[in-house]
Nanobody, 114 residues
């Protein structure tokens, strides 16, 4: 069974930083593409960043240069470092694992506000 548990969300001022973490089931980490998605109120869930099993990365245009996705294969954790945060980054952030089928975490709230 695939289990994803996010942590690290919270309230931050514009221009600040947060790091999200997603702990995964050990038996999936090495063979699944991992990613972060977000969903703001009244909007559809959207891709933020993904990282493949060999470390290839892809980012949404809106976060390029500000967010960094990384995976620690030894600890089975995927991270999302978010810098230069903007109010429009406010959303629930979801960890995702994909290998023919999507699996989701419960989500963690990120609020960017002064």
């Amino acid at each position: 069974q695939v289990q994803l548990v996010e942590s690290g969300g919270g309230l931050v001022q514009p221009g600040g930083s947060l790091r999200l973490s997603c702990a995964t089931s050990g038996n999936i980490f090495s063979i699944y593409t991992m990613g972060w998605y977000r969903q703001a109120p009244g909007k559809q869930r959207e891709l933020v960043a993904i990282i493949t099993t060999v470390g290839g990365r892809n980012y949404a245009d809106s976060v390029k240069g500000r967010f960094t996705i990384a995976r620690d294969n030894a600890k089975n954790i995927v991270y999302l470092q978010m810098d230069s945060l903007k109010p429009e980054d406010t959303a629930v952030y979801y960890c995702n694992a994909f290998r023919g089928k999507h699996y989701w975490g419960q989500g963690t709230q990120v609020t960017v506000s002064s």
